[in-house]
């Protein structure tokens, strides 16, 4: 693909083309200033802060610091896509009940983060919790709150299964 | 600029060597903060991530030899089969960034940057691998030692990708330890890696050996062989003596490099290659 070439993506099951965008273009600004999806934010744009936290192939990564044309062929997955009708999920629901949301800023690539992990431990230790968030920084230290959450639908998902 | 996705090796070698300058990518997490700053503009960008041959890892059992694929992210290195055969591996791969990035990272990315604070290089050096290239005119293999030159310089010549790196499992203890500034998403202040193998199976002779490779203190990753010689000559009655231990430290500390950065000082550098040397020792002779 050369420069301004039009590229196709797959995201949250629908395809996107890409028009009018440079070839070098993070996913990330792809997804915010070129398809109107701006859930992901951007804050580093180095990989530092997971604000812009998406789910590729099945991995939670940075968008930032994927290159848009190389995901062809990819499935990504957005904040925007984890409830097509617009209801909240579980986790969104648990972050404002635990009062884990302040600016706000950091709560879009934590809650994907968090649906990564649950979706992959549905008994996370205090240990797991923590590293898997170690990649999601909130600058209004709000961990505590954003652990808490994470608790809270632990334990209503679990209560659900029996 | 021009970003080619090819999907075979054959394709990805043949497409590189009709733009031999240009640049490789498979996490992303090097080139792409280039890029976003600006500090890099890549005329062309051939993108590894649909090779399926660097995707894959093996252990030939007769020979306890591994192979792992230069595009496996450090996330699979962490749990499961991979970490069971290297811990020290999967030590090193916990120790990079964060989940994302450890789920986008690759030991092929580690070597293109060739970075002395690549958390996976030292890990390399303790285990003598071999990295394997590919070009249009065949494959060959190199020793680690002889292909990291210096700072982000490596022997990977115009028109060659690498493909995966190889190495015997070690048959005694291996350990990892990394200093940074806090426990996730920091680069390297100084590492280490420590790797002892057992010698003979014969309880009368064994003669416990070992090998040592720190990163971040040295424009490459630096093994200690004087440290190692000194250690592996010690009577075997004197190899875990708290003094013996201690001594281990400061002898790696002194064939460090380290220098002065906005990251630490060469004096904590050596300080903290001393602490980090002889703990990994001490932990590997007590287990």
């Not at chain 2, 394997?132 to 065949?138: A, C, E, M, R, Y």
């Not at chain 2, 720190?214 to 000194?230: A, D, F, K």
Request: glycine share 10%.
């Amino acid at each position: 693909m050369s420069e301004h070439e039009i590229y196709t993506l797959r995201i949250n099951g629908d395809e996107h083309h890409v028009k009018d965008a440079w070839i070098g273009e993070s996913l990330l600004y792809v997804l915010r200033e070129r398809l109107g999806l701006p859930g992901a934010k951007g804050a580093c744009e180095q990989g530092e802060c997971g604000s812009c936290t998406v789910v590729l192939d099945g991995d939670a990564v940075c968008s930032c610091l994927v290159l848009a044309a190389s995901a062809v062929g990819s499935e990504i997955a957005t904040v925007e896509g984890l409830s097509p009708d617009g209801s909240l999920t579980d986790v969104q629901q648990a972050f404002i009940d635990e009062g884990a949301v302040q600016c706000g800023f950091c709560t879009p690539g934590l809650i994907m983060a968090v649906h990564h992990l649950l979706d992959h431990n549905t008994t996370p230790t205090e240990l797991e919790v923590k590293e898997a968030l170690s990649g999601n920084i909130c600058r209004c230290t709000g961990y505590g709150r954003i652990f808490a959450a994470v608790d809270k639908v632990v334990s209503v998902r679990l209560g659900a299964s029996q | 600029m021009t970003v080619l996705l090819p999907t075979s090796l054959d394709e990805a070698l043949q497409m590189l060597s009709e733009h031999p300058s240009a640049d490789l990518l498979t996490g992303g997490t090097d080139l792409m903060v280039e890029v976003n700053f600006n500090h890099r503009k890549p005329t062309t960008v051939i993108a590894l991530r649909q090779l399926a041959e660097l995707h894959t890892w093996s252990i030939d059992q007769q020979t306890q030899r591994i192979t792992i694929g230069a595009g496996v992210p450090y996330a699979e290195m962490e749990h499961g089969p991979l970490a069971d055969a290297l811990p020290c591996l999967a030590e090193a791969a916990r120790t990079v960034g964060s989940p994302q990035i450890r789920a986008a990272g690759t030991l092929g990315g580690n070597l293109g940057t060739c970075s002395p604070a690549g958390d996976g290089l030292p890990v390399l050096s303790a285990l003598d691998a071999t990295i394997h290239l590919s070009s249009q005119s065949g494959s060959r293999e190199i020793s680690f030692h002889d292909f990291m030159t210096g700072p982000k310089r490596n022997a990977r010549q115009p028109g060659e990708i690498i493909t995966s790196v190889s190495m015997n499992i070690p048959t005694g203890w291996q350990g990892y330890a990394k200093v940074g500034v806090r426990n996730a998403m920091v680069i390297s202040v100084a590492s280490a890696c420590l790797v002892i193998d057992s010698g003979s199976n014969s309880k009368d002779n064994d003669q416990p050996s070992v090998r040592i490779a720190l990163g971040s203190v040295g424009p490459t990753i630096i093994r200690c062989r004087e440290t190692e010689n000194w250690w592996n000559n010690l009577p075997n009655a004197e190899k875990r003596s708290a003094s013996v231990i201690q001594e281990f430290g400061v002898r790696a500390g002194q064939e460090s490099r380290p220098i002065d950065d906005h990251r630490s000082t060469a004096e904590y550098r050596r300080h903290a290659i001393s602490v980090l040397s002889s703990r990994l020792l001490h932990r590997g002779t007590q287990s």
